[in-house]
């Protein structure tokens, strides 16, 4: 039997450096010869319908978009990685729960896991998948941004417009990182 693979959890509020630290990750991997697959959850629009990873920053590398509600009809694609391989899943919070079976399957196939997301949502709860996510991590990567109102770390992501729901996508124009003393939760006027 394969050896166990790993799980890597990467979380932290936007603007953190969570998707460039995925598509630099990415880079080595591929540059040791290693077999990496990139997926994104097919809600994150952000940056039009092509299927590719975009960091804030402006990083990019090429990913499968998924269905977030239904990661488990990915199983034929996910069964083709091999021992030794890596998955790697960006906006893990936007995944419905089965999820945490695709990716126990992987770890059980010798494939290593890479999940990155907000652990924390705009009203600084538990976002989604990531709490059970990062609970069964080999290995946490916490990420920090800056503190847009006095530039102090900054673990929370502020809302700034988009109404009061829990998935609202967006980015500079909805969202700015904040920290613990800044933060303050959107409420509709
Ligand atoms: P990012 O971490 O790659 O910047 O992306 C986070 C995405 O999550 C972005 O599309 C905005 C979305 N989001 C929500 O849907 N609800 C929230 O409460 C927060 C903070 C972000
Ligand atoms: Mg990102
Ligand atoms: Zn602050």
């Known amino acids: 039997m394969a050896k166990r693979g790993k799980l ?18 990415t880079e080595k991997l591929q540059k040791a010869g290693k ?13 039009g319908k092509d299927a590719h990873l975009h960091a804030h920053s402006g990083l990019s590398t090429a990913a499968t978009l998924v269905d977030e509600k239904h990661v488990g009809a990915m199983r034929d694609e996910f069964a083709r990685l091999g021992a030794g391989a890596t998955a790697i899943f960006d906006e893990a919070m936007f995944f419905a729960t089965d999820i945490v079976d695709t990716v126990t399957s992987l770890l059980e196939q010798g494939v290593d896991v890479v999940a990155a997301g907000l652990d924390l949502d705009y009203r600084r709860q538990p976002f989604g998948v ?20 006095c530039g102090e770390t900054a673990a929370y992501t ?19 990182p904040a920290c613990e003393r800044c933060h303050q939760v959107y409420a509709e006027a």
């Open 158 to 176: 502020e809302r700034l417009a988009g109404g009061e729901g829990e998935i609202v996508v967006g980015a500079a124009d909805k969202y700015q």
């Open 8 to 25: 890597t959890v990467v979380y932290g509020p936007m603007f953190a450096g969570k998707t460039t630290w995925l598509v630099r990750h």
């Open 130 to 149: 990531m709490p059970t996510l990062m609970a069964m991590a080999d290995e946490a990567v916490p990420l920090t941004a800056q503190c847009y109102k």
């Open 35 to 47: 077999q990496v697959s990139v997926f994104s959850p097919k809600l994150d629009d952000r940056y």
